[in-house]
């Protein structure tokens, strides 16, 4: 066999990217290996990921989706380290993260991953643009992530001032601020209407062409539909 190509950019093994010579920047693929996680519901064991694996490429924007409770969150968690699996093996590129004190992996996480959770804090007494740069990044980047993602005329405002939507916009902006090389993010527009949805998909595309690894747990059509591949959980 061997050859055998993917059918379709939805389905079959990731796509290829430039090498990291011609993008200047290190490599940071994500993989996760024959992942169990269970947890106890009414004092009964639930096994929610069951050897679950999947492998993001360089340059790759993978949507994650499946029914409420399916386990895309808990992926996510698992991800970028928040939740250890009970077995099973989680790789940043060539970290193998179980191998790494929380010391190093904080370390990787503050220079490398945008990350943003379902519940992404947004500090209410800082400006839009302060919490954005809490994630590191340029004052000039943070900007042009503002716009991006529709939020051009809040950086002056406080977070405790701004909508749900526009707060997931923020947090959508300080993950990519530092244009990480990993990119994990949970429902990043389960607050948008379709217009700030595609502007934050935008966004993920352009990291992702930037070379980055994007991962996004969704249960939104326009994610899906942007995404080049989408694994079904
Ligand atoms: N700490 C926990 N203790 C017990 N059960 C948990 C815990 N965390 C998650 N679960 C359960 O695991 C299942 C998967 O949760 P998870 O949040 O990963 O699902 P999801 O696919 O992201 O769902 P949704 O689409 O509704 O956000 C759910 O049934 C949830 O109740």
């Given at each position: 066999m061997g050859g055998a190509q993917p059918?379709?950019?939805?389905?079959?093994a990731p796509t290829m990217a430039p090498p990291d010579s011609e993008r200047g920047r290190s490599s940071m693929f994500l993989s996760l290996h024959g992942i169990d996680v269970a947890f106890t519901r009414a004092g009964m064991p639930i096994q929610i990921l069951s050897d679950f694996s999947l492998e993001v490429a360089d340059g790759e924007f993978v949507a994650l989706a499946g029914r409420s409770g399916s386990g895309k969150s808990t992926a996510i968690a698992v991800a970028y380290g928040r939740r250890s699996p009970d077995a099973g093996a989680v790789r940043w590129g060539e970290v193998e993260?179980?191998?790494?004190?929380e010391k190093e992996l904080q370390s990787i996480r503050r220079s490398s991953i945008g990350y943003a959770a379902q519940d992404s804090l947004v500090f209410d007494d800082l400006t839009v643009t302060a919490n954005v740069l809490v994630g590191g990044g340029s004052a000039e980047r943070c900007e042009e992530l503002l716009e991006g993602v529709g939020l051009?005329?809040?950086?002056?405002?406080?977070?405790?001032?701004?909508s749900g939507g526009e707060r997931q916009r923020a947090a959508v902006a300080r993950a990519l601020a530092k244009d990480p090389t990993l990119v994990l993010m949970d429902e990043?527009?389960?607050?948008?209407?379709s217009d700030a949805a595609a502007r934050v998909i935008a966004e993920l595309r352009a990291a992702a062409e930037r070379g980055a690894s994007v991962l996004v747990a969704t249960h939104d059509v326009l994610v899906k539909d942007a995404a080049d591949r989408v694994i079904e959980l």
């Open positions: 059918s379709s950019r939805r389905c079959g993260i179980g191998d790494r004190s051009a005329d809040f950086g002056g405002m406080r977070g405790g001032r701004i990043p527009t389960s607050s948008l209407d």
